[in-house]
């Protein structure tokens, strides 16, 4: 019997697991310019003509093979690139690589060759802006018109500017497209953007060749709001949280708030009750069964037109938990209900009777998902659709950086919650559910058996809450009046949205409103996966894979 050796670490990991940037330095050597500190990890600062060959090193070498994200924004000085890259075994490994460039030429190499993720993101930070990056293989912008002027997020940007679009702009944009030679077998489809399996107002340019999918181009940004512009405009105590509900305007809106609000936190070192915590955590689960919900409903209203059965019966049962939210937060969508160091309110009195609600809601579950089981997993016609299609293989869905279902359904096990621990989960028992199937099948089965996880952390926090001494009930840590974190500080924080990672960048000017504010979008992530699962299948299975990946245009869009 031979000895396995033991597993040696990634370069610039200790033995203890810890994270060794002086040696991650000495592994770039004189590729790093500068070291910036930030507030989740330090920051490689880069010459702009040396990204790839940067990223390629420390994805290979250094394990770092999450682009988490990647943020664009300007000084007085300078155009600056930020990738945000952390580990999928280990996402409290980060490291931000920092590229800036010039007011004058703000060009920058693409990371595109090494993340098939930045892709779309560096196309969004070129349009909104301003950087371009050299090397891109699609260099168009993806939320605004190609015939806009200006990148809004710049500096420089003229809001009164009029948008005048010559009438020539106005030509059928698919015209030379549709006219196919005799001789050609493949047929240009538009798919949306007003179309019910497209889950909002989402294009799909589809090209076939016979009847099967050679291509498809998603076209995103009907629904672009500029979120972000707006949080910027906004202070970080009082008048940004309303804005996370309208993301993922659906479900998670929970979810989303934490997102800000554990990112805003940590850059203003405020402390959260360990009883917020729970009711936190609590709340955000109730979101998730009722994000999932929805997502298995309409995903079987895609796939056979199961309307009478599986698409109400998930609106049944999600009423169920939008009452107990909105007993909870007072509303039923918009919930506007975590603040900065807590949550707005406790729980509704008389609290035995809330927890009866909530505990006859857990009672029934188990027959509930049995149901779902029943009705989809057990259903021929549903496995006849969905098992072996939608293909989305393990190392392609890092590359393009998905995360939650759509990346436990491809087998990695990648869970913020427990990985890089927030709120209480850390002191319940749960477990983190994977799926090696890689197709549609396991992404809807990921689903179903998440909500059985969701509701044991419910019945916990409930347990918890109904013990809570009544004088340690404390909702909310002295939070300051007017948030002022220190001039240029930097910091990542993502919590696990019902669809994945959910992020926020931000840096401070020392004023009360933050400098830069940028949404990492699970759903935008996961979109971009989209021709790898579809190319080769039939539009019947590329409507499929779209329904499997639970996207919301509010989100993907902002």
């Not at 009907?222 to 906004?234: K, T």
């Not at 990112?263 to 955000?284: C, F, G, K, N």
């Not at 259903?379 to 890092?398: H, S």
Request: net charge negative; aromatic share 8%.
């Amino acid at each position: 019997m031979s000895l396995e050796e033991p597993q040696q670490p990634d370069a610039g990991v200790t033995a203890e697991g810890d994270l060794d940037y002086d040696e991650l330095a000495d592994l770039l050597g004189e590729r790093v310019l500068d070291r910036e500190e930030h507030v989740n990890a330090e920051g490689f600062v880069v010459r702009p003509d040396e990204v790839e060959d940067t990223l390629s090193t420390l994805k290979q070498e250094a394990g770092f093979d999450h682009l988490s994200c990647v943020t664009a924004q300007d000084y007085q000085d300078r155009y600056e690139s930020i990738y945000h890259l952390k580990k999928y075994d280990d996402p409290t490994q980060e490291l931000s690589v920092v590229v800036p460039t010039t007011r004058d030429d703000p060009t920058s190499e693409s990371a595109a060759g090494v993340f098939d993720t930045a892709n779309w993101q560096e196309r969004e930070a070129f349009d909104l802006v301003g950087v371009d990056y050299e090397g891109h293989p699609d260099p168009r912008r993806i939320l605004l018109p190609e015939t806009w002027q200006g990148h809004p997020l710049s500096q420089d940007y003229n809001q009164d500017k009029p948008q005048i679009v010559p009438l020539r702009e106005h030509a059928n944009p698919v015209e030379e497209r549709t006219e196919v030679p005799e001789e050609s077998d493949t047929m240009f489809i538009n798919i949306g953007p007003h179309h019910p399996a497209t889950h909002g107002v989402l294009h799909i340019k589809t090209t076939l060749d016979g009847e099967q999918v050679a291509d498809v181009d998603p076209d995103v940004g009907y629904l672009h709001r500029c979120e972000e512009q707006m949080c910027q405009q906004s202070t970080y105590r009082h008048q940004i949280m309303p804005y996370p509900d309208r993301w993922d305007y659906i479900s998670a809106g929970i979810l989303n708030e934490w997102a800000y609000a554990r990112a805003a936190e940590d850059l203003a070192d405020l402390d959260v009750p360990e009883y917020a915590q729970v009711i936190r955590t609590m709340s955000a689960e109730m979101c998730r069964i009722a994000a999932h919900l929805l997502a298995i409903g309409t995903f079987a209203l895609d796939i056979y037109g199961d309307f009478t059965a599986i698409f109400m019966y998930a609106i049944r049962d999600r009423e169920v938990l939008q009452n107990l939210l909105e007993e909870l937060t007072g509303q039923r969508l918009m919930f506007n209900y975590l603040r900065l160091g807590g949550v707005a309110w406790d729980l509704p009195e008389p609290r035995e009777e809330y927890f009866e609600m909530v505990r006859d809601f857990l009672d029934e579950w188990p027959s509930r998902l049995e149901e779902y089981h029943n009705l989809l997993t057990s259903n021929e016609l549903f496995q006849m659709r969905v098992v072996d299609t939608g293909i989305l293989p393990p190392e392609e869905a890092k590359s393009y950086g998905a995360t939650g279902p759509v990346a436990r359904g491809s087998g990695i096990d990648y869970d913020l919650r427990r990985d890089d621990p927030y709120g209480y989960y850390d002191q319940l028992d749960w477990n983190v559910v994977t799926d090696d199937g890689c197709d549609n099948f396991a992404r809807a089965s990921v689903r179903l058996r998440e909500m059985e996880e969701s509701a044991r952390i419910i019945e916990q926090c409930v347990d918890l809450l109904e013990d809570w001494p009544e004088d340690e009930r404390e909702i909310q840590s002295n939070v300051p009046r007017t948030l002022k974190p220190d001039p240029d500080t930097e910091i990542y924080r993502a919590v696990e949205a019902a669809k994945g990672e959910l992020g926020i960048y931000m840096r401070s000017d020392g004023t009360d409103k933050p400098a830069r504010f940028k949404i990492r979008s699970p759903c935008f992530c996961n979109l971009q996966t989209l021709p790898v699962m579809s190319e080769g299948e039939y539009i019947p299975d590329m409507i499929a894979a779209l329904g499997s990946l639970d996207i919301v245009l509010g989100e993907v869009d902002r």
